[in-house]
Each structure stands twice: as C-alpha cells, then as structure tokens.
C-alpha cells in the first residue's frame, strides 16, 4: 500500500476516525461525514497572512519536455537539444520554445522553476498535489494516500460556504484510460468527504487517429456537472431523502462529546453543495461572449481552464484541470515516441494559447493578485532523444511556470546542468512547492493531520517553503 511518513507516534488529537463513525456520521457528496468537518477550520493558521485566495493547477499529464520548452540546451550535442530554436522573451536574459511566442510575452509576469525534482517515477499527479514521492508508484489511487492541496482546502474549510472547496476537471485523471483512478486529487486517508468536486466530460473527436499512440486528434466539448444540467434535478426526491436523513440524525440526539458543536452549519454547506447556484454557474459557458470563448479555445481544455477562471472568480480555493489522456485519442504529454511532432503540432499550441488567455482574463477581472496558477507536469523529459523520435521519463528534473498572487514575478530559479539531466543550483523538490502554495493560501505546512491508524503527518510532506520565488 501507498501511504505518508509519520513522524511520530504520538496519539491523535481531536476526533479520530472510530470516534466519528460512532457518532453517526453520514456520507454522500463525496462521503461528506458531519461531525468530522467540525474543528477542521481551526487548525490550519499559524500566524501567516493569506496572500491568495485560490489556486489553478494546469497538470500537463505525462511528463513535459523540460528541454523543448522552458530550458532549451542549443549548446548540447545532437540528440539532446531537440529540433526546436529559442526565442526571446518579455523577461531578458531568458528565452524558451520559438512555438510559444504568446507565453514569450509573459514570462516579465511569472516565475520559472527549473529544478523540479524527484524520483516518482509515475503518471499520477500524486508528487505535485501531494508532496508525497514515496511507496509504489504503479497504484492506483488508495484510500491510504495523503491528501493533496484540494482536500486541506476542505479539511480548514477555506473559501465560501455556497462552493466547494476543491473542483477537478474536466474529470478524474485517468478516465479516459478506461477509468484507471491515478493518484493524486482525493482526500486519501482523510476519506472521500475531502475529495473534490469532480466534473464529467463527453469529449468528441473529429476523426479516427491515424495510429493507436502518437497522433493526437483534439476532444471537443465542455466539463459538465452530473445532475446540474437543469432546475428539475434539484427537486430530485434522492436530495429529499438525503435532507431528511440528516434531520433525522438531529433528531437522535446521539450522545457525542461534539453534540453542543454547531453542527447544523456544516450540515447546511454539505447540502447546500449539491444545489449551490454559484458552483453551477461557473459551467454556464454559454454566459461567455463568443470572443472570450475564442481566446480559450473552444475544445476541451480551453473550456476546461475558461470554468477554473469562473470557479475562482465564486470563490473556490483549489481548481485542478487535468490534460487528460483519452485512449488511442492521444497520448498528451508521454511522448516515448514523435516527441517534436506532437510538441509542435498539438501540445504547445494549446498551451500557447491557453496560458495566456487564463493569465490576461484573471488580471483584467483584477484576480490575478489573489490568485496562483501553475503550470506543470509530473515530470521531464529524458535529455537523450531514442530511437522513436521521442524522450522517455525523466523525473530527475522538470519544470514549474507560476503566475499571479505571491509570487515574485519575472523570476528565474534553480539552474540544470549542460544537458538539462540534473539540477545544479536549487533543487526543488515536489514537497517545497506544495509547502509554498500552502503558505501562500495562509495554510501552515507543518500543520498535522492523522492518517486511519492515528499516526500524525505533516500536510506537505517536510517540504520547506521556497523563499527565493516569494514576492
């Protein structure tokens, strides 16, 4: 199994799981249990004042080229430097892939990490939600995983109470490979009330792909809520049913050490998450002008990063999008093999044009300053380009592009060796940026939580928040 370090034995503080179960808690919107949410909100300030609100995670899934994109080696020999040249960019001193000349113009606004390190060999975004690079990294997601950012989110009850705390889209990473669940956005051993809120999809496919991997063909459509599509659903006698079980808990009275907590407030925020209008509104696309809607892209992924701008803009703390994988549809970001191709012919013009439009629409709706996007993937790309015209995986050393709120913008951190293999200068490891996320969203990363058995962890894993990127 799959699971977090403790870092001691010391004998759980607070409500422990049993203690919960025994108090009658009930699931659903994702396992919510109520009495478990009652002292959550309490333990995660340290003193540190918020420097943003929310968080949008951009995973490139499958491991992006490091060397083809933000850390060009064009002194490397053949075989190593890739196809691509570099171009100049808004931020002297720094250039990056001539096919992203709109990401080009932005880089004086974020901040380039260029060490990210690890040996997490894996497709799941567990290390860079999770901080965790530990255990068999060929599970599934398990219910004795840490939980990622989303799930503390949740856990301090963060945001406003008409939101989730924490939204995946436009699904679960790895449903688009025959539902396999990859480690990374859940509640781990937490429990599923702290995963998020994950979207559906239905993407369509112009054409067949010409081969089964590698010739990527683009999913057109938009992430959806299941059972929000129209007002009928929320008069929906199972809704009726699971309001009234939960009077019917009141009612009980069960003898509990938290009877006298208030626990109608969180029965209300659980409740109020399946009808709340504002989480349904951000997936009203159609409220978008076309020319917003262009600037995204209208496929799958810039309708996807368009609803993280207007899940933010309600308040949600935590949006993951994820570039999923579908099928024989593509193979995103694992290019074991026509590496340059898929770069250039359907990669990076979608991020070319995706980034930009996320970064420029939050700072003319004046919320950039409270927000942090990132983008990045679970790893690099190997330095040496095999025999397939492809680079296989290389979690050695990788890149983190952050933008908005708490960040020192125009900022060049960490450096790699001459073939981009290794880091030189500043290694980051997955756990020091998800302590810097916490710190910025005003959580403590040292703060404890404690796994099924009562064995206390730290959120980020150890990780130390990285000083040298904060503005």
């Known amino acids: ?71 060009m080696k064009p002194d490397a020999p053949e075989g190593i430097r890739g196809e691509f040249r570099s171009i100049e960019t808004s931020l002297p001193g720094l250039r990056i892939c001539e096919l992203l000349p709109n990401t080009a113009r932005l880089m004086h606004k974020a901040c380039l990490i260029r060490t990210i390190s690890h040996t997490y060999d894996s497709h799941d975004p567990m290390a860079i939600m999770t901080g965790f690079t530990h255990g068999n990294p060929q599970l599934q997601a398990q219910p004795t995983d840490p939980p990622d950012i989303g799930a503390i989110c949740q856990y301090v009850g963060l945001g406003p109470k008409e939101v989730p705390g924490a939204v995946c889209l436009p699904c679960y990473p790895g449903w688009g490979e025959n539902g396999y669940r990859r480690g990374g956005p859940y509640g781990g051993f937490l429990g599923s009330r702290y995963d998020p809120l994950f979207s559906l999809c239905n993407p369509k496919f112009s054409r067949e792909p010409k081969t089964q991997y590698y010739d990527p063909v683009m999913p057109e459509g938009v992430p959806f809520l299941a059972e929000m599509d129209s007002e009928s659903h929320f008069e929906d006698s199972r809704l009726v049913v699971r309001k009234n079980l939960l009077e019917s808990f009141k009612a009980a009275q069960i003898d509990d050490p938290f009877a006298d907590l208030p626990i109608d407030r969180f029965q209300r925020k659980a409740f109020d998450l399946l009808t709340a209008r504002k989480t349904r509104d951000a997936f009203e696309l159609s409220r978008e002008p076309d020319k917003v809607r262009d600037r995204y892209g209208r496929n799958l992924y810039g309708s996807s990063l368009l609803v993280a701008r207007r899940l933010v803009e309600a308040g949600v703390p935590f949006v993951s999008v994820h570039q999923e994988i579908f099928r024989h549809y593509g193979h995103s970001y694992d290019m074991h093999a026509r590496n340059f191709p898929m770069l250039r012919d359907f990669n990076l013009p979608i991020l070319d044009q995706v980034y930009p439009a996320l970064i420029e629409d939050l700072e003319n709706r004046g919320l950039l300053e409270s927000t942090l996007v990132i983008v990045m993937g679970e790893m690099g790309r190997s330095p040496r380009v095999n025999g397939a015209g492809g680079r296989d995986h290389w979690p050695k050393c990788g890149f983190s592009l952050l933008t908005g709120g708490g960040i020192r913008p125009g900022t060049i951190y960490g450096t790699s060796d001459k073939i981009g293999a290794y880091p030189t200068i500043d290694p980051v490891h997955p756990s020091d940026l998800v302590a810097t996320v916490y710190r910025l969203l005003g959580i403590d990363p040292n703060m404890e939580i404690h796994d099924r058995l009562g064995r206390p962890f730290t959120i980020a894993q150890g990780g130390v928040p990285i000083a040298g990127i904060l503005a």
């Open 1 to 71: 199994m799959r699971g977090s370090r403790p870092i001691s034995k010391t004998p759980p503080l607070g409500p422990t799981r049993r203690r919960c179960v025994q108090a009658g808690g009930i699931s659903f919107f994702g396992g919510m249990s109520l009495p478990c949410l009652l002292t959550a909100a309490e333990r995660a300030n340290d003193g540190t004042t918020p420097k943003i609100k929310s968080v949008i995670l951009f995973n490139l899934l499958g491991g992006p080229s490091h060397i083809d994109m933000f850390d």
